[in-house]
DNA sequence: GAAATAAGTCAACATGGCTGACATAAAATC
DNA sequence: GATTTTATGTCAGCCATGTTGACTTATTTC
């Protein structure tokens, strides 16, 4: 009985803790997407080319399609963001040695700092948060995180997290 | 001497870590989001469409400057997405006894079965990631996100959590 | 040599934000 | 009681960022 129990619902969550869970992570996601923003007006630029600028520092050289998987968003809607970053220096394409079809991205000089200055805020409240919070409970996060994330890109992330 | 580490930065964070929990946050809320979009689509209707259906499904009654003060846009935006809920027979506006000025917010019948149509893929999702992630993780996951909402706002939410 | 792939581009459109200006009714204040 | 403030609604137009569809070019793969 106590295996259908916890089969069914292990930890007996009530519809009000989904709920909460779900309230949480859209507070939070707004809060935390709202800081860089006024930064990111001084250039004209929006959350669009913010998203760019991250997942750029973080995988230097990656593909145009390999950014295009991350951000779930089509060519042409990238194509905007990502030509005004190259247009005005903040992002550099380096044609593949191996591929020649492929552009390798790459943050410039100018890029990695727009990039600092933007993410500043950002990276401060995760880091009080987590603060606040305890080690403990920042296991926790990640734990609950991660299983939102779709299950086919899971073992990509957890892969790409490990490499570091 | 290590009063002032755990003051500068009480869990030894790296950079690597912080720059983890933001990516953690963008997948999850992407993922998270992408669910009932589908269902949205037969009714002409998008994601800010769900969030009104949403907290109005949580504070029924709640006034029309309650809703902007959560969603945090303005007015006109809000016009054109609750519109179209009234105009549906989704969502019924009571004028308020005590102040009349108001227009109180409440799911219609059809209202209340379009969300929890919509909702069912996010509660889902959220579900199996709390019950993989277990109950301690869990309450990590909670405290994390209440710490990365903004002061100002924090109080009033946990109240709202702690009155159901 | 043909087919598939990586990337770019043009055009048109939808959603959901925004600002600014103004209107109405009701409540609160002086 | 007159005035001011508040809650809500509405018109008009703009912008950022997403979409689909069609087509091109260079390169790699088969």
Redesign the interface.
């Known amino acids: 009985m106590a295996d259908i129990k916890s089969q069914a619902?292990?930890?007996f969550?009530t519809?009000?803790?989904?709920?909460?869970?779900?309230?949480?992570?859209?507070?939070?996601?707004?809060?935390?997407t709202?800081d860089p923003d006024e930064i990111l007006a001084e250039y004209g630029f929006g959350r669009a080319h913010h998203?760019v600028l991250?997942f750029v520092n973080?995988n230097p050289g990656m593909t145009v399609s390999q950014l295009l998987a991350i951000l779930?968003i089509t060519k042409q809607s990238l194509a905007r963001v990502l030509g005004a970053l190259v247009e005005q220096g903040f992002i550099r394409q380096d044609q593949g040695s191996v591929d020649r079809r492929q552009r390798l991205l790459y943050l410039t000089e100018s890029g990695e700092a727009l990039e600092r200055r933007v993410?500043a805020p950002?990276?401060d409240?995760?880091?009080?948060?987590?603060?606040?919070?305890?080690?403990?409970?920042?296991?926790?996060?990640?734990?609950?995180?991660?299983?939102?994330?779709?299950p086919a890109?899971r073992d990509s992330?957890l892969k790409s997290?490990e490499r570091?």
């Open positions: 619902n292990p930890l969550l519809e009000e803790e989904i709920r909460q869970g779900i309230e949480l992570l859209f507070y939070a996601y707004r809060d935390f709202s998203r991250h973080r779930r993410s950002q990276r409240r995760v880091a009080r948060a987590y603060g606040e919070a305890g080690a403990e409970a920042v296991a926790g996060y990640r734990k609950v995180l991660y299983g939102l994330i779709g890109e992330i997290i570091r």
